[in-house]
Structure formats: C-alpha cells, structure tokens
C-alpha cells in the first residue's frame, strides 16, 4: 500500500480526495494538515467523513513529504510555492492542485497572480496535469500541477478542433458556467447563500486567472500562439462546470463529420465521453464522477462549431483528476478507484 498525505485536507478539494482515497484499493492515508483547523479531527471539521477517516489535523511541514510517496497540496495558490521546493527534497511524488505550477511563464504567472513566482526554477520541471494530453510525462513526473476546473473542461472541448487546425484562432469565446464550490470553502460575500441563490452573474471578464492556462495549453496543441475569450459565470448549484465554446470554422464541416473527429480523437479515454452528434453536455450527468462529457454542434448558417463540455469542478476539476494523475505516477491503472457511474438525479 502506498502512503498518502494531503496538505489543506479541510478544504472542498482536499474532502473530496479524501471521500476517494478511502476507498482506493492501493493506499493508505498517512498525514493530513490544515491552517486554521490544525489540532483538531478530521471528522470535526468534515462530519461527511465520520466513520471513514479518525485522525488529527497537523501543521504542513517537511517531514510530512518524507513519510510519505505521494503528497496532494490542496491548498491556495501562493501559499503552495512556499513549500514546495522543500517538499520535492524527499522522494515524494507531489500533485499541487492551487495554479502555482500550472504556467511554464514565470513572467505570465507574476502578471496573472500580482505577485512574482517565488521559484521559477522548478516551472519547467512540473508536468501540467490532463492525462488526456500529457499522459506520457505525468508518468515520469515527481511533480505534477493539476489544471484548473474551468481549463480542464474547456481544454477537453476544444483539444480536438484546435489541433486539427480546422479551428479559426482568432474566433475562440468560452463560455462557462460553475457551481459555487468552485470558490471553495473559506467565507466570501459572493458566494454566500443570500447572494448567489436565485441568482446567475458573470465575473471575471477579461481577465479571470485561468485564460492563460487555458491559452498555454491550446497553443500547444495549434502549434502557434493563440488567445481566447473566457466569460466565467457563477451558477447557484453546488458543483457542476458547464463550458459553452464557440469557434468559426476555417472550412465548412458537417455535424457528423466534426462528431466523428471528436469521437476518433477521444476514443481511448475512459473518463471522456463524446455524446451523440446533436446531443449537449449536463452538468446533472457527470455529479460526483470523473467523467468529461462533451457534446458537438455546427452552426451551419454562420459556419461556426458550438461545443459544449461538462464536468463536476471537485472531479475532473480537481480531485478526481489528481487521483487520474496519482494513479499514472504509481503505475497503476489510471481508473483505480474513479470507475464508477455519475450520481443521477
Ligand atoms: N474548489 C474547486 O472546485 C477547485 C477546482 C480546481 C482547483 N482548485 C484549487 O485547489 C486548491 C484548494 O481549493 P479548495 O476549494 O479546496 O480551497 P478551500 O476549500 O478554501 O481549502 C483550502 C485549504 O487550505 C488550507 N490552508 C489555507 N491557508 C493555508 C496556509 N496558509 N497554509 C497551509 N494551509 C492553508 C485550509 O486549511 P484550514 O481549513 O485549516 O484553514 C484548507 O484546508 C486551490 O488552489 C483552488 O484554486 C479548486
């Protein structure tokens, strides 16, 4: 059995990889930490795992990496570079899942985050977790940076059109729209009850952190610098990440033929599926899973792909897919313990 601990584990990420790691048949959970909750039980603070999980909250320290293989860092994006490259000097495998070693550019995450990356250095040696497209260096990887939930589902739906080239690069607008768990558990006026029900508003336009992860890893794919339109929405259900993508297409292509290039494309991934041609994404359809589902459409008359992609922020947003990326740097089948359908209704 494989040891493993999880710094910020009283967060909605670090719950939720604990509500999975329980039940992986391959690991053991060794150290758990928090901040404002240290000293006190796991339980305590999240009563769902009562009965799962009976251990005391401690501080993040270097000892913690050195007791166990693999270290999940649920914590805030800053907090994470400060004690990562103390971390990395055990043989632990680290998966931070905060944005501070998602950016291979030092100088876009200074610009992005309004602070300066405290070790540049180590950008080029993490490996941006989405197995779907770096499955090959995720393995080889001691530290892996999981991706962000809007990226993950935006990535997902577009991977296939921009790497095609059949995409116009310029035309690229996501829409998306996420569950109030996505701003995770610490107090804000936002996302209080009285604020957020009955209520739906955009935010970030413009310049919500996460356009240029997202725009990092589609040029990759295009093989040319390309930029995107990214409007976040913030919905009133819990979880849940529904992406909306536009792109004009260079050529006219026909519903089918585009379905049938987004089914090739993904046809070996367990956790993404391609629904039938006409069909849309629900976020309703992938609660609770590690499944990404992906719905194609064409706009004939404006000759314009409409893509839609849904999944549950805490999953394939977060902890699911660290434990997808756990699983690959183990060895071990990369579905251990996420096979499971989606909870419905
Ligand atoms: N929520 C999502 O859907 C989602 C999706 C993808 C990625 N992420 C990213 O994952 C990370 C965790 O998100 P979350 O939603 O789980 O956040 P959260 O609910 O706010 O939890 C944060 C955790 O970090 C701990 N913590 C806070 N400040 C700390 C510090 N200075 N030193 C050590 N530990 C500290 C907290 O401990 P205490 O409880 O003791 O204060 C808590 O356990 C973030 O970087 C977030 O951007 C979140």
């Known amino acids: 059995m494989k040891k493993i601990s999880i710094a910020g584990a009283t967060g909605y990420t670090g719950i939720e990889l604990l509500r999975l790691l329980v039940k992986h048949p391959e690991v053991e959970i060794a150290a758990l930490t928090a901040e404002s909750h240290a000293g006190k039980n796991i339980a305590a603070v999240a009563p769902s795992l009562k009965g799962w999980v009976d251990q005391s909250l401690v501080k993040l320290s270097p000892q913690i990496a050195q007791e166990c293989d693999v270290l999940f860092l649920a914590l805030p994006h800053t907090t994470s570079m400060k004690h990562v490259p103390e971390l990395l000097q055990s ?49 080889k990887a001691q530290l892996v940076a999981n991706p962000g939930c809007y990226p993950t589902g935006a ?83 819990t979880r849940g990440l529904l992406t909306t993508a536009y792109v004009s297409l260079k050529n006219a292509i026909d519903l089918q033929t585009l379905h049938d290039h987004f089914a090739k494309f993904y046809k070996n991934e367990r956790f993404v599926r391609v629904l039938e041609a006409g069909q849309y994404a629900n976020t309703a359809h992938v609660a609770g ?57």
């Not at 200074?110 to 989405?130: C, F, I, K, M, R």
């Open 91 to 139: 043989d632990c495998k680290i998966i931070d899942l905060s944005a501070d070693y998602r950016l291979q550019d030092a100088g876009v995450y200074g610009d992005w985050y309004q602070t300066p990356h405290l070790n540049p250095e180590l950008l080029s040696q993490a490996v941006y977790g989405l197995p779907e497209l770096h499955r090959k260096a995720i393995k």
């Open 155 to 237: 990535i997902l739906a577009l991977a296939p059109l921009v790497q095609q080239d059949w995409a116009d690069s310029t035309s690229i607008i996501l829409d998306s729209k996420s569950g109030v768990s996505g701003a995770g558990r610490k107090l804000s006026q936002g996302t209080q009850f009285c604020e957020a029900n009955e209520s739906v508003a955009a935010y970030g336009l413009g310049d919500h952190r996460h356009t240029p992860e997202i725009e990092q890893e589609l040029s990759g794919l295009a093989g040319q610098q390309l930029t995107v339109t990214f409007s976040p929405h913030l919905m009133p259900m």
């Open 289 to 345: 899973s590690n499944f990404c589902d992906i719905g194609v459409q064409v706009d004939t008359r404006n000759q314009r792909a409409i893509v839609t992609s849904a999944i549950d922020n805490l999953m394939k947003g977060a902890s699911s897919q660290a434990i997808q990326n756990m699983n690959l740097m183990l060895g071990i089948d990369e579905t251990t313990g996420l096979d499971a359908p989606p909870l419905f209704p």
